[in-house]
């Protein structure tokens, strides 16, 4: 984006009076404009496929698709637009799930007074913006990406799926059924990932496999 362009954004938000609040806010910063405004998830849809804003701003909370499907729908349309998320929750599950997603702004509604134009002004730069006192959410995130890929460098798409299936509390019986493989073939594959993990006696695997269940089954 040239430094001299205006961002332009499409709002999203089902209550006015908080719309309105966020475009007051909005409008008063330098090189931001708004070119849509829509109520609930539907029309957001439709504005961001019509005006093709550089930035939309949706609240996670919305009739006719919230927040999280919006984005989803987005990315599934493959349409240029970076996102950033309003919410009240806190949860670290909702953080991941819209990062999950490829959105680049969460912002907590109580703090959007404060963030929302740096948070613009960050997504459309291309970067992330997250809510300063979720910053130790963006942290983990990328821990267990970097422990993710760790355990699973050498580890085959079967082999994960194996391991998978451990976490899930299956049997090597079960797992041969439900993989139409040997139960033979499964002690292979526990064998062979014990072996590329370093782990060593008859629990180490069952021990590692309830460590790492989040990484495992996420």
Known sequence: MK???????????????????????????????????AGNGREA??????????????????????????????????IPVEIIILTMYSEEDFFNEVMELGVKGFVLKDNATNDILNAIKTVADGKHYITPILSSYLVRRNEKTQTAD???????????????????????KE??????????????????????????GSHALLKFVFDNKDIILS
């Not at 760790?150 to 090597?172: C, D, G, P, Y």
């Not at 797992?175 to 139960?183: F, K, T």
């Open 45 to 78: 849809i439709a504005f961001i496929e019509e005006l093709k804003p550089d930035v939309a701003v949706l609240d996670i909370d919305m009739p006719e698709y919230n927040g999280i499907q919006v984005a989803r729908i987005l990315r599934e349309k493959n």
């Open 175 to 200: 797992i041969a059924e439900e993989l139409y493989i040997s139960y033979k073939t499964v002690e292979n594959h526990r064998t062979n990932i014990c072996s590329k993990l370093n782990l060593h």
């Open 150 to 172: 760790t355990i699973f460098k050498n580890i085959t798409a079967m082999e994960r799926r194996v391991l998978s299936l451990i976490a899930e509390n299956k049997t090597s």
């Open 3 to 37: 430094s001299e362009e205006k961002i332009s954004i499409v709002i999203a938000d089902d209550h006015p009076v908080f719309r309105a609040g966020m475009k007051h806010i909005i409008e008063g910063g330098s090189g931001i404009e708004i070119i849509g405004e």
